[in-house]
């Protein structure tokens, strides 16, 4: 996960706008937070622990002037959850000192940092983001030149916001991995990874950051170009399942919406005679509202949510997350007696399900039917998603019925991978670009 932000203006508090910038970013990444200012090329940086509410303060923020800001929120994939790792990173290269904060991974990030180490470069963390500020740094040739040489040396995931030279720049990899939406408040330009940031702070949005573009804002306005060739469109279909934020466009495509449809092609699979929908909150909500569109049976929101709880799919560790489990939901007593459909938008460990399914049972429910709006994963995500190893995925050496009886529930079914890519549109299908990177199985129900 993790979300970027930036933002150039000559007349408006770049660090406000880029705090409430990550405030509405704050779901993607809750470890770390930072901000790093260019005020006339003085650069300025605050990083720490915690949520973006934690990390800042009126203060820090005031002492924070500037005309250029990137701001990032956190959650690790690579490198350890340390102060040394929160970002956005400073890198002091021969050729510039570059401040910059990613989303995504790369793979190929051992490789280039045998060559940094081999040509003198020191690198204080072990984040893969360091990598591409040293690559930057160094690059003798002008800014925007620079940019197209880093990116072609990177391989994987990246939607990247940097600051140097006073200059503000964002770039994506060339199969759109990670989203970058770019957009505009009055005359100054606004890049982000969701376009709710854009919408927080009253910016318009204009259109995603390309698939293998560089953007750079400076004193003359925004400039564009192909950095490198752009590859078949790949933006991760997790971010309309899980990741992203409802209110959010990515590819054009609503979240929320997206989420809803998920849910009636679901129902349309996997039909069930039942009493009540429910979805697991948030991300399931959208999808249980659409199945219980397409099916008529009722929708009811009868599990109540602690908000104040942390994600737990995106917690460090799995003692966390099975903190995180027992804390977040508490069923109401209308689920008593009754037959339950419980949409939820993935099955990753299990752990939750699980849990969620003795939960119901525990509360009087008579059935608890599991319907999933995405299909099984069976394997890790390598492009910036905290998907567990191969043998730890519920999914990955279990048929759907052993999947089912691990989970304890009456039945379960997956939405398909027809369903999901958007087989007949007129069948209710999403018509959404690209799949899972992980690999993700084509079974049905048990």
């Known amino acids: 996960m993790c979300g970027v932000f930036g933002i150039r203006s000559e007349d408006r508090d770049v660090a406000r706008l880029s705090y409430f910038g990550l405030f509405a970013l704050q779901h993607r990444g809750q470890e770390s937070a930072g901000i790093a200012v260019s005020d006339k090329g003085r650069l300025t940086v605050v990083r720490d622990m915690g949520l973006v509410a934690q990390v800042f303060n009126e203060q ?31 890198h002091h290269g021969r050729a510039r000192t570059v401040a910059l904060g990613h989303n995504g991974n790369l793979v190929n990030v051992e490789e280039l940092r045998a060559e940094l180490e081999a040509d003198g470069v020191r690198l204080g963390s072990g984040s893969d983001t360091e990598v591409i500020a040293a690559l930057l740094g160094r690059d003798p040739a002008p800014l925007p030149e620079a940019m197209a040489n880093t990116m072609g040396r990177l391989e994987g995931a990246y939607s990247v916001t940097a600051l140097a030279e006073g200059i503000l720049l964002a770039f994506r990899d060339p199969f759109g991995f990670r989203p970058l939406s770019l957009g505009l408040i009055g005359d100054d330009w606004v890049v982000a990874s969701e376009t709710c940031a854009l919408d927080l702070i009253g910016a318009r949005v204009v259109r995603d950051v390309r698939p293998g573009e560089a953007i750079w804002v400076d004193t003359d306005g925004q400039h564009a170009a192909q950095a490198v060739p752009s590859g078949r469109n790949a933006l991760c279909i ?17 979240v929320h919406g997206a989420r809803v449809r998920m849910g009636e092609r679901l129902a349309e699979e996997a039909p069930v005679e039942a009493d009540l929908v429910i979805g697991i909150p948030d991300s399931g909500t959208p999808a249980a509202i659409g199945y219980s569109k397409a099916s008529g049976v009722p929708f009811g929101e009868a599990l109540i949510k602690n908000r104040y709880v942390a994600r737990t799919f995106i917690q460090p560790d799995q003692a966390m997350r099975e903190q995180g489990i027992r804390l977040k939901f508490n069923p109401l007593d209308e689920v008593a007696g009754r037959r339950i459909v419980v949409v939820d938008d993935s099955i990753m460990r299990g752990n939750t399900t699980r849990q969620l399914v003795a939960m119901l049972f525990d509360a009087g429910s008579a059935e608890v039917h599991v319907r999933i709006s995405s299909p099984p994963v ?20 279990r048929a759907v019925e052993d999947v089912r009886a691990f989970i304890g529930a009456t039945t379960l079914h997956y939405l398909s991978v027809d369903g999901m890519q958007g087989g007949d549109a007129a069948a209710g299908g999403l018509r959404l670009p690209g799949l899972l990177h992980a690999r993700v199985s084509n079974e049905g129900a048990a």
């Open 60 to 90: 820090q923020l005031h002492a924070l002037p500037g005309e250029v800001a990137i701001g990032h929120t956190r959650y690790s994939t690579t490198g350890a959850n340390r102060w040394a790792n929160a970002q956005p990173l400073v």
């Open 238 to 254: 997790f971010e309309h399942v899980y990741l992203a934020r409802p209110d959010s466009r990515l590819g054009g495509v609503e």
């Open 378 to 397: 069976v394997s890790p995500c390598f492009y910036g998603i905290d998907i567990a190893d191969e043998e730890e995925l519920v999914a990955s050496q």
